[in-house]
């Protein structure tokens, strides 16, 4: 009878919690769009003013004919970062066919004018022989020179798996899978650093929690922080020094983190320090693009650093693997100068936006010819930033002094997504892309944590 009142009581605890997400759900949702709804007018304006003075330039301004035009194939439509590499190729005078899969058909960035054709394929990691089949199809029937992936951290292995059926048709700027696998393996980089004599902070592999629990913390003289090996969406923020106050506190969080022999994590001493961020192009070992920023756990906000020693770091490793790809690192620059790479991820990062006004991203990526040094963003390029996440950070401001600063990045810096010359994707990413995915929450009555309009997507627990 104890036992039946008990499991009673626990189901309705279940019900009555699962109906105040769902409420919550509802009104967050709904409040949102509404938001947009008011913005829309506003921003509909600006983009029919661009629209008109663009119908003026074409008699100022001249196009831009490549020597020898290609196709480029460029995946990611729902990111910001393959928005950008799509105008740096038709600015240079290229073709672009732009693809993402089925779920963001509603892309926003389909609809730039740099844009050729636009196709949807099956998601990878559900689909994978659909997923290479599609790409197959679309690169014979579009004639496609130059396959660039701009990947989802789920994507990056599945565009290596289909690297060798592409080859037969176009040259594929990405890496084997061996490479992916490796460079995406935050345990299996560390260590492939460190062969090379690069510095890395101490990690250790962890597939127990109680790994953590034994670990003699005494011996260590800087705190650790773990790390799921997997991308996590949303845990992948959740920076907790280990050890916690108490042993106690530490096996309950430990505990609370899915850690198992499938889904292994990272313990990672933490340096405390400068945490910058890096975007490399990289063909033959050669280092042909770069850039750095200061980096942020939630990154929206980018400015190019000069930093000597991360770029030596960059091109000792990428030479020493003899890499042809896009890859970028997560470095912390200690007090005494030493940088270690404490992540790296083999797929464009959303620092190339920095490069929006640089004529020479499309032959860094296309080019066979070495070049003197590797392209930095131009000096007269602007930080770039994302409009609706500065809007959204003014609700928190508490001073004076924060108020300046926010201020200062809107007037110093640029949008990332809207362009005078291209502003469609500024109206269709947040007015069209956005609202449609919060109207399928909405149908659903699912929750969201936040609305990350770099990526384009909803952020969700257990999410893409």
């Not at 005078?93 to 963001?104: A, D, M, N, S, T």
């Not at 199809?137 to 990056?156: F, N, Q, T």
């Not at 106050?245 to 405390?272: G, H, R």
Request: charged content about 20%.
């Amino acid at each position: 009878m104890t036992q039946s009142i008990s499991l009673s009581m626990a189901e309705s605890t279940t019900s009555s919690t699962g109906v105040r997400v769902k409420v919550v759900a509802l009104f967050k949702t709904l409040g949102t769009l509404t938001l947009l709804l008011i913005a829309l007018p506003f921003n509909a304006f600006i983009v029919l003013i661009s629209l008109l003075w663009g119908i003026v330039q074409p008699f100022t301004k001249k196009a831009v004919v490549a020597a020898h035009p290609q196709t480029i194939l460029v995946s990611g439509a729902k990111m910001t970062k393959a928005l950008q590499l799509a105008r740096s190729f038709h600015a240079a005078g290229h073709r672009v066919i732009l693809i993402e899969g089925h779920k963001y058909w509603l892309s926003g960035h389909r609809f730039s004018k740099a844009v050729s054709r636009f196709y949807t394929v099956p998601a990878p990691q559900e689909d994978p022989e659909g997923y290479i089949q599609a790409l197959v199809e679309i690169v014979k029937k579009e004639r496609v020179d130059v396959y660039v992936p701009v990947c989802s951290p789920v994507a990056s292995y599945y565009d290596s798996l289909a690297k060798p059926a592409l080859s037969e048709y176009c040259e594929v700027f990405h890496f084997d899978a061996d490479i992916t696998k490796m460079l995406d393996d935050k345990f299996a980089f560390t260590d492939q650093a460190r062969s090379l004599s690069l510095s890395v902070p101490k990690s250790f592999k962890i597939t127990d929690p109680q790994q953590v629990i034994n670990f003699d913390f005494s011996q260590e003289t800087r705190k650790y922080i773990l790390k799921s090996i997997s991308y996590d969406s949303v845990r992948r923020l959740n920076l907790t020094k280990l050890p916690c106050d108490t042993p106690e506190e530490t096996a309950a969080f430990v505990n609370s983190l899915p850690i198992s022999p499938e889904k292994s994590w990272i313990m990672q001493e933490f340096i405390p320090g400068k945490e910058l961020c890096t975007h490399s192009t990289v063909r033959d070992g050669e280092l042909r693009l770069h850039c750095c920023s200061n980096s942020s756990a939630f990154q929206i906000n980018y400015e190019n650093v000069e930093n000597p020693q991360i770029r030596e770091w960059v091109q000792h490793f990428v030479k020493s693997l003899s890499l042809t790809g896009q890859v970028s690192f997560d470095f912390i620059q200690a007090e005494d100068g030493t940088v270690y790479a404490i992540e790296c991820n083999p797929r464009t990062h959303s620092a190339i936006t920095m490069f929006y006004n640089h004529p020479g991203v499309a032959d860094a990526y296309l080019g066979k010819t070495p070049l003197t040094a590797p392209l930095e963003p131009l000096a007269s390029s602007k930080p770039t930033y994302l409009i609706y996440h500065e809007i959204w950070r003014l609700t928190g401001i508490r001073s004076w002094k924060q108020l300046q600063t926010s201020v200062n990045t809107l007037v110093q810096g640029t949008d990332a997504i809207y362009s005078l010359n291209d502003p469609v994707p500024f109206l269709t990413l947040h007015h069209w892309q956005i609202p449609l995915l919060l109207l399928k929450n909405l149908q659903q009555l699912k929750g969201w944590v936040k609305i990350d309009f770099n990526i384009g997507k909803l952020v969700e627990l257990g999410g893409d």
